[in-house]
């Protein structure tokens, strides 16, 4: 008798409603964090780069720390000379990159903390691609022991990528389903992310 009531109970529940769009006005927060990182990534990255080109001919080595030298290097490639010489390439490469990411950003605005990696990144591959767009390469200037020559943009994409990771993967507040779509602390979340309730066992 339970079992068919039970039934019934399910079959005549609403279903559940789908996730808000964002709005302008949910979106205006995130934007305003993920503009200011933007900026400051993008201002000591113009400046760092201006030192070094009007202070350090390239090609120069000046020890800074015992394992950390600055150096005058030109990068065609990507960060840490990945994909050098890829000219257009790379260009594409960025560019799709940051499309594929600003769209992300829009469409989950509300997610929390994505606004600093997305800051970090945007910053990182713009300080970079007015290099890139001005001359044909990338200024780098740091340089450490059995690693490639990089910059401040190269460590702020870096960091970025990780703490992207982390916001798409790291704990969840209670109640949040995650992104594989594992249950949450009072329900479950459907493989569209809609959390709901757990059904109890029978």
């Known amino acids: 008798m339970s079992s068919a009531a039970d039934a019934t109970t399910e079959r005549a529940a609403p279903p559940a409603a789908p996730p808000p ?43 800074f720390l015992p394992a950390i030298s600055l150096v005058h290097v030109r990068n065609d490639g990507v960060a840490f000379g990945f994909l050098s010489g890829g000219g257009a390439i790379v260009l594409v490469v960025t560019l799709v990159a940051l499309a594929a990411l600003v769209a992300y950003f829009l469409w989950r605005p509300e997610r929390p903390l994505l606004w600093l990696p997305t800051g970090m990144l945007l910053g990182g591959a713009v300080g970079n691609l007015i290099d890139r767009l001005a001359s044909g390469s990338v ?18 994409i870096t960091l970025g990528v990780l ?8 704990p969840r507040p209670d109640g949040a389903p995650s992104s594989d779509g594992a249950p949450c602390a009072d329900g479950a979340a459907s493989s569209d992310g809609v959390a709901r309730p757990a059904v109890p066992p029978r």
Do not use: M, Q
């Open 163 to 170: 703490a992207l990771l982390y916001v798409l993967e790291g």
């Open 21 to 63: 769009r964002p709005t302008p006005r949910r979106r205006g927060p995130a934007l305003l964090r993920a503009a200011g990182v933007l900026a400051v990534v993008l201002i000591l990255d113009r400046l760092s780069k201006h030192l070094v080109v009007t202070g350090i001919a390239v090609g120069d080595v000046h020890k």
């Open 139 to 156: 200024t780098d200037f740091i340089k450490l022991p059995l690693w490639p020559a990089f910059n401040l943009a190269d460590t702020s």
